[in-house]
């Protein structure tokens, strides 16, 4: 591992942790992504993480809040990282490619098709409490359908 991967995951390991510790499952590889994806069922949140500050300051408190804010938890929780698992990344954009790659970005799948989709622009320049809020609200239709 040279000087700058070594930095990096210094800088990168917390940003992982903070959606692990929620119980968040790391999808490293693509094999990991289609694994998952030919799997899951029910609904599934799925956190497109990044290493910015929109990620850091927005995104992801704003999807906790989200989750503990909301009885209509989804079945699975799951992030790439962006920048960083570059495959697992791009493979999980594959399964929705109607909307250009963007991150940090947040979809939400039922039954393996995406139900609604987030992206960067719905995410920075708002506040964490307006990204929980509309997270909220996703959640809550998507149960219902």
């Known amino acids: 591992m040279n000087a700058y991967d070594e930095y990096m995951k210094g800088i990168v390991v917390p940003m ?3 959606l692990a510790k929620e119980g968040f499952k790391e999808l490293l590889t693509a094999e990991e992504v289609n694994n998952f ?6 609904t599934s949140l799925v956190v497109i993480n990044s290493i910015c500050g929109c990620a850091a300051g927005l995104a992801r408190p704003g999807v906790i809040e ?3 804010g909301t009885a209509a938890k989804p079945d ?3 992030t790439v990282f962006a920048g960083q698992d570059k495959e697992a990344t791009e ?3 594959s399964f929705f490619d109607e909307v250009p790659p963007s991150s940090p970005s947040i979809a939400v799948i039922k039954d393996g098709e995406l139900a609604y989709f987030i992206p960067r622009e719905q ?7 307006h990204i929980s809020s509309h997270l ?3 959640l809550e239709q998507v149960a219902a359908q």
């Open 123 to 129: 995410i920075e320049d708002h506040s964490v409490e």
């Open 76 to 78: 699975h929780l799951v």
């Open 136 to 138: 909220t609200q996703v």
């Open 16 to 18: 992982r942790q903070e």
């Open 66 to 68: 989200a989750l503990k």
């Open 37 to 42: 994806m030919a799997e899951a069922s029910g």
């Open 91 to 93: 493979q999980m954009r």
